[in-house]
């Protein structure tokens, strides 16, 4: 099946700093979403980019499907985004996760 | 977008009994997914809940252990059976409206089992 990385596993932030997390998938897909786990454990999701790019407020996103890879951009980070951030892909029905990137964001 | 009501939220079970979670979304999904999320993983799918026959399980994953329902286009159910602290994790179910559209989540079951 389709194979998710994502990069880094970890990264610790000093508030306000800038961030770029990285997806890279295995073969061409459908759909790909971008999810922010809260400490609750509860999905939100943040951008559904199967291609392009998409901004909201200070996150962004970008899918560059031929080259089979994602870019989330957190801006001017904040300690309330700290959380584990997820990839998804869809290939035909079913989506597959990456590993995630856990962000540690320090006041 | 679709709302997903996922219940219970979370549960403190026994060894041996069984737990069923129940999904029920705002409007009709063409699909519907359960996953399982073990602690510090990543979301694993468990299978695909098809309206009206037998569940598509992934390798791993068996009816006997995670029976599931859907009666429906809004309605589905995953049974956690003869369960053992192994099967403590967040259990998810998602629905998306077509193939090439957005998935949306529940607010996810945390699971317990002692």
């Known amino acids: 099946g389709i194979q998710v990385e994502q990069s880094p596993p970890d990264l610790i932030l000093q508030e306000g700093a800038n961030s770029t997390l990285r997806c890279n998938f295995s073969d061409s897909v459908n759909n790909l979403q971008w999810f922010h786990q809260n400490p609750w454990g509860q999905l939100i999701n943040l951008f559904y980019?199967?291609?392009g790019t998409k901004q909201n407020g200070r996150l962004s996103a970008t899918t560059v499907a031929t080259e089979r890879y994602s870019l989330l951009y957190i801006s001017s980070s904040q300690t309330t985004d700290s959380g584990v951030y997820f990839c998804a892909v869809q290939n035909n029905n079913d989506m597959r996760f990456g590993a995630g990137t856990r962000l540690t964001v320090k006041p | 977008s679709a709302v997903i009501s996922q219940k219970p939220s979370r549960d403190i079970c026994q060894r041996g009994t069984s737990l069923t979670i129940q999904c029920q979304v705002d409007s009709q999904v063409t699909m519907m997914f359960w996953y399982r999320q073990q602690p510090g993983q990543s979301l694993t799918l468990i299978a695909t809940?098809?309206?009206?026959?037998?569940?598509?399980?992934e390798s791993g994953f068996v009816i006997d252990k995670f029976p599931i329902s859907r009666p429906n286009l809004t309605f589905s159910t995953l049974t956690v059976s003869n369960m053992s602290p192994e099967d403590s994790s967040i259990y998810l179910c998602s629905g998306i409206t077509g193939g090439n559209t957005e998935a949306f989540f529940g607010q996810g079951t945390r699971l317990t089992v002692v």
């Open positions: 809940a098809n309206q009206g026959s037998e569940a598509t399980y």
């Open positions: 980019i199967p291609s």
